[in-house]
């Protein structure tokens, strides 16, 4: 099921996001009966009585998309020049620059020298250029672009073709066959991120911020690519744009050129871009730095040297006729035939006479009859002997009836206004004292009031299941920890067993090691004592050799040292028991503090899985509050459009009902819920 935009809630959901319970609880639908299905119901009513159902609200649309505001401009910039026997006259100058021209200043500026005069052009507008794309690119996206990978990532050559695959499997025969003659070592090479040759470091690769490194040919392809599709402007590897510097390195003095035009083009906006009106060229006009005073709204084709107007986009207009298409002209034009202007014949500016004498001197030192418009004759004066002061009681009493008429409607605007306002108190009186629409009030009050206790319910609900889960894991982890805490004293006790036996071992060993040294001194020294003595009896005559004198000194040497020996072995075996135990108890705390480390991995993550829960769940609810908002509306739209259609008098629409704080709501005590 669907609750929001961008939250699905599958089959197996928490009980938080149960519809039935919703239908019952909050709105009191009938067994069977869905929110849809009363939505239906109500717009449908809605629909029979003439209601239009506005859809959802729609994000407003950006005004720096709009290309001009209005097209009835009534204010312009008055120059005011003093003219020949009038000291109060003005003359009113067009402006010399549209809201076209104004557009994308910032970045399409012209280069302030001609690229003929240099050796290689300047790429400070191409710098620009790419801040001002990088700007843009985050204030619409909104994100911070992702980590560069570890690994080289495939660029725009690396597609399953038959090419890229040959070039590829060309490779590594090269480097197994280098690998095998062993003629250089593989660090000496570096390949090329798109076409998987290898070159020598000491050959140009140019290394781009992504850390990849191209060929000359392969990033000369980018480069003309980029310049030939404003798609692919500025050319980037890895969302990255490629610096101008390894650009300016790579392309020779034409190239730079043709490069420097397309990033002139693309940076200009579309609306204010100007391309030669001659079939033959269609060259690119970029803005101009000055601004021809003779010829202020054309532009020149630097190809073929054709005249274009800045305004339309076609070619230039002829020396006095205005562009139809300048409909700012047209506004000023029409206030000041309104106002009484006069157009200046020569320079085709406005004048305005505020006092004084119909004798006007231009700012272009033409002069004129401010009345008819005529050449003024220096002998004559005016060639159709105009009455100024007849015109100037002329313009006195057109301005009173004016000013009479914007009184007339300024006092009709006035009595409409408070005829409404009347109207709208007498309205708000009736709403207030309407008996229906007061019910339809206090049911709305109580549907608010079940919404907040059933989303006041499911939230308690939602965090008795996350602290249930949260204690289940703390639970089994924490009998995880004694079975292995139980088990590390058992392998303990078990080596201290063993180690005890050793021990006791080795002391037999050694016990017995003694006895037999005993033995044998004994039947030495037995031997020994028998030193002299003449044979008697059957028992052979006895010769003791210096031999055995020296192997009974080593024997009574080795009783001597034995003690010494079998203490030093028992003590090397007690280091060796110590390591044996030290080691143990690292393993055992090294396993503890793993399950310690995985417990902590799995509180986090079931945290992030709770938050995110949470956040589903104000999600949901919204929308719930939202449908359950414009439902509201609909139901009093229908109501209103009923009484004003029953007593003939118009209603006033009620107060909108607010939803209580929800970050208040949310931290207020649990046993506020009544379930």
Not at 158 to 181: D, E, H, P
Not at 249 to 278: D, G
Not at 509 to 525: D, F, G, N, P, Y
């Amino acid at each position: 099921m669907q609750h929001a935009e961008g939250v699905t809630i599958t089959a197996s959901a928490p009980a938080e996001y149960n519809d039935c319970d919703f239908f019952l609880e909050v709105l009191r639908l009938e067994a069977g009966k869905s929110e849809l299905d009363f939505d239906e119901a109500l717009n449908k009513t809605a629909k029979n009585l003439g209601i239009d159902i506005s859809r959802p609200p729609t994000p407003a649309q950006d005004p720096h998309t709009s290309i001009c505001g209005s097209a009835t401009t009534a204010a312009s910039n008055h120059a005011r020049t003093t003219s020949t026997g009038s000291y109060e006259s003005a003359s009113t100058a067009l402006t010399s620059r549209t809201s076209h021209e104004q557009l994308g200043t910032s970045l399409s500026g012209q280069l302030k020298k001609r690229t003929s005069h240099r050796r290689s052009l300047s790429f400070s507008e191409y710098d620009k250029y790419l801040v001002e794309t990088e700007s843009q690119q985050s204030k619409n996206l909104g994100f911070v672009p992702p980590p560069i990978p570890a690994e080289p990532a495939p660029s725009l050559f690396s597609i399953s073709s038959r090419g890229s695959y040959q070039s590829i499997r060309n490779g590594l025969k090269t480097r197994f066959r280098l690998r095998r003659i062993k003629t250089a070592s593989s660090d000496d090479f570096n390949s090329c991120i798109c076409c998987r040759d290898d070159f020598r470091k000491t050959k140009a690769l140019h290394t781009l911020p992504c850390q990849h490194n191209y060929c000359d040919a392969c990033l000369r392809t980018v480069v003309t690519q980029a310049s030939a599709e404003e798609a692919k402007m500025p050319p980037r590897c890895c969302s990255k744009a490629i610096p101008g510097k390894v650009i300016k390195c790579l392309l020779n003095r034409e190239e730079q050129h043709t490069f420097m035009k397309a990033v002139l083009q693309y940076s200009t906006p579309w609306e204010s871009r100007i391309f030669c009106p001659n079939t033959e060229c269609g060259e690119f006009i970029p803005k101009r730095a000055k601004i021809d005073p003779k010829h202020p709204f054309e532009v020149v084709c630097r190809k073929c040297r054709t005249r274009a107007c800045s305004i339309c986009k076609r070619a230039a207009h002829a020396f006095g006729q205005d562009c139809p298409a300048d409909w700012e002209l047209d506004a000023v034009l029409q206030m000041g035939e309104k106002s009484g202007w006069r157009r200046c014949y020569k320079c085709r500016n406005l004048v305005e006479l505020t006092q004084g004498c119909t004798h006007i001197t231009c700012r272009c030192k033409a002069q004129f009859c401010y009345i008819c418009g005529a050449v003024w004759d220096q002998m004559v004066g005016c060639p159709n002997y105009c009455n100024g002061e007849e015109e100037l009681e002329r313009r006195r009493m057109e301005e009173e009836a004016r000013e009479a008429e914007l009184e007339a409607e300024k006092a009709a605007r006035e009595e409409a206004e408070q005829a409404e306002a009347a109207e709208k108190l007498a309205s708000e009186k009736r709403t207030q004292e309407s008996e229906v629409l007061n019910s339809l009030r206090a049911r709305q009050i109580n549907e608010r009031d079940r919404f907040d206790a059933f989303e006041r319910k499911m939230n308690w609900l939602m965090w008795t299941r996350h602290g249930q889960t949260k204690l289940d894991l703390l639970d089994r982890y924490g009998e995880l920890q004694s079975k292995m805490k139980d088990r590390h004293a058992r392998t303990a006790t078990h080596l201290e067993d063993r180690q005890v036996g050793a021990e006791m071992e080795l002391r037999a060993t050694l016990k017995q090691a003694e006895r037999s040294v005993a033995i044998r001194l004994r039947h030495m020294e037995a031997y020994c004592d028998g030193l002299g003595r003449s044979a008697s009896g059957d028992n052979p005559a006895r010769t003791v050799t210096e031999r055995d004198l020296r192997e009974l000194g080593q024997q009574y040497n080795i009783r001597d040292d034995l003690e010494r020996l079998h203490q030093s072995r028992i003590n090397v075996m007690r280091d060796k028991q110590a390591k044996q135990m030290e080691h143990l108890l690292v393993r055992q705390e090294d396993e503890l503090e793993k399950l310690s480390t995985k417990q902590a991995d799995e509180v986090l993550a079931l945290e992030d899985t709770f938050a995110a829960e949470e956040e589903t769940f104000t999600a949901v609810f919204s929308e719930r509050r939202k449908r359950v908002s414009r439902r509201w509306v609909i139901t009093e739209e229908i109501e209103r459009k009923k009484l004003e259609t029953k007593y003939g008098a118009r209603f006033a629409p009620m107060a909108p009902l607010g939803w209580p704080d929800i970050e208040n709501k949310n931290s207020g005590p649990l046993e506020d819920v009544a379930e």
